[in-house]
């Protein structure tokens, strides 16, 4: 199965942390990514995480991944205004182009 | 370099009309994927060209889509007798590479709206 579930709002005080979830189904999944859209803009890759790794650290960025649960969750450290956006969890599998998507979380960051 | 451009950003159209969405890739790439995104949902592949080329349209409703990617100029999906449930938000994305082997090194696109009225 190519589902990819993640939860649909979230909102957090600015300076704190946020932590956005995502499950999926396939298990042949090799590599799984984390997509931002900011209002009126095109989707940007923040950042991928291969299946052999449980972890990836970039900057204010972290990837865990737990592949037993197929759980994937980003972690924004120090949430900015500007990390205001729609968050897409993705995968792919081994061979194949396609991506499969969730439906996005809507990260709101109050002052 | 410019990214991965579409147009329109907003389209709206009455039912029965046709619907025609452009994108043109990176500089330099030559692999095009469409997506589209129905309302709360995920985006949805639909269809991989290359230049002159289909490779994969198993998204693609069986009737009234079509897409193409010609030598020269950018690739269009074509929307016929529009309805409805065809309102939803349309993406482009373009690779330099094969997207292969798990890997999608894919750039996206703003996304066109379209609305059918």
């Not at chain 2, 009455?14 to 619907?19: K, N, S």
């Not at chain 2, 993406?91 to 890997?103: D, E, I, K, L, R």
Request: net charge neutral; charged share 20%; with cysteine.
């Amino acid at each position: 199965g190519e589902d990819v579930e993640q939860s649909l709002f979230l909102s957090v005080r600015e300076g704190d942390s946020s932590v956005i979830n995502c499950t999926y189904t396939d298990s042949s999944s090799t590599y799984l990514y984390w997509y931002k859209q900011e209002p009126g803009a095109g989707l940007q890759l923040l950042t991928y995480i291969f299946s052999n790794m449980d972890m990836k650290q970039d900057q204010r960025l972290t990837v865990l991944l737990n592949k037993k649960d197929k759980h994937l969750s980003l972690r924004i450290a120090d949430t900015q205004t500007g990390d205001s956006a729609i968050y897409f969890c993705a995968e792919s599998s081994p061979h194949d182009y396609k991506l499969s998507f969730g439906a996005g979380t809507t990260v709101t960051v109050r002052a | 370099n410019a990214g991965v451009m579409q147009n329109p950003r907003h389209l709206v159209r009455r039912r029965g009309q046709e619907a025609r969405l452009r994108c043109s890739p990176m500089k330099g790439h030559s692999h095009v994927y469409w997506y589209r995104q129905l309302p709360e949902e995920g985006l949805k592949f639909m269809v991989y060209l290359q230049k002159e080329n289909i490779i994969d349209e198993s998204g693609m409703p069986k009737e009234r889509f079509s897409a193409e990617f010609p030598k020269e100029g950018p690739s269009i999906l074509r929307i016929q007798q529009v309805v409805r449930g065809d309102s939803a938000a349309y993406f482009c994305a373009s690779s330099p590479v094969p997207a292969t082997g798990g890997y999608t090194e894919a750039f996206f696109g703003q996304g066109t709206r379209l609305t059918v009225v």
